[in-house]
C-alpha cells in the first residue's frame, strides 16, 4: 500500500503532465503576415523581432536572412507556412 505522501506525490505528477499536455500547442499556426516581406526571390523576411508557438514549442524570430522555401528554422518551414498563410 502506499504511503500518503507517495499518493500525494502521484496525484500531483498526473495533474502536471495533464495541464501540461492541455497547453501544448495544436493545430495550424496563424502568422501575422504584415510582420513578413516577401522578396522577388520567393524568400520572406521578418520586419522585427516577433515570437511563434508551434508544436515543438516557442520560436523567436529576429530580422536577418531571408527564409526560403524548404528551408527548416526551429522545425518549421517559415517560407511555406507563409506561403499558405499570405499570399
Known amino acids: 500500500m502506499l504511503s500518503r505522501s507517495a499518493l500525494l506525490g502521484l496525484c500531483a505528477l498526473a495533474l502536471g503532465a495533464g495541464s501540461a499536455h492541455a497547453q501544448q500547442p495544436t493545430g495550424q499556426m496563424e502568422v501575422n503576415c504584415s510582420q513578413f516581406t ?3 526571390d520567393g524568400s520572406w523576411s521578418v ?18 536572412p531571408p527564409f526560403k522555401p524548404g528551408m527548416s528554422f526551429g522545425g518549421l518551414d517559415i517560407a511555406k507556412m507563409l506561403d499558405r498563410q499570405c499570399r
Not at 47 to 64: A, D, H, N, W
Open 47 to 64: 520586419k522585427q523581432p516577433i515570437e511563434l508557438f508551434s508544436e515543438t514549442g516557442r520560436v523567436r524570430i529576429t530580422p536577418g
Open 38 to 40: 516577401h522578396n522577388p
